[in-house]
């Protein structure tokens, strides 16, 4: 079946940087457009960016000009680097995978979602 594994959350201060990796175990991410959602407490999940099979990058307006997705095929690994951090860039992040979304920013086009890896910005 196979499985996406997020990795590289952890706690740190605010105007830092942290890079997350989603990695494809057991599939290939050849076709898929990669996202990145995320959801705080008591929020619901929200876009971030995704890279798509053809190359092309969505970005939130919320991080645009401080996060970059960027993928690595060969590797079947999606990066995520954060800079510049907010505490209201705190959340659970998940990595999900879809063949030819619709809506590459709508959560629902997603069929394959990983565990989520937690951010924590303190202030």
């Known amino acids: 079946q196979g499985q996406l594994v997020e990795s590289g959350g952890g706690l740190v201060q605010a105007g830092g940087s942290l890079r997350l990796s989603c990695t494809a175990s057991g599939r290939t991410f050849s076709g898929y457009d990669v996202g990145w959602f995320r959801q705080a407490p008591g929020k619901e999940r929200e876009f971030v960016a995704t890279?798509?099979?053809?190359?092309?990058?969505y970005y939130a307006d919320s991080v645009k000009g401080r996060f970059t997705i960027s993928r690595d095929n060969a590797k079947n690994t999606v990066y995520l680097q954060m800079n510049s951090l907010k505490p209201d860039d705190t959340a659970v992040y998940y990595c999900?995978?879809?063949?030819?979304?619709?809506?590459?920013?709508?959560?629902?086009?997603?069929?394959?979602w990983g565990q989520g890896t937690q951010v924590t910005v303190s202030s």
């Open positions: 999900a995978a879809a063949l030819n979304p619709i809506r590459p920013n709508s959560s629902y086009a997603y069929g394959y």
């Open positions: 890279f798509t099979w053809s190359t092309n990058t």
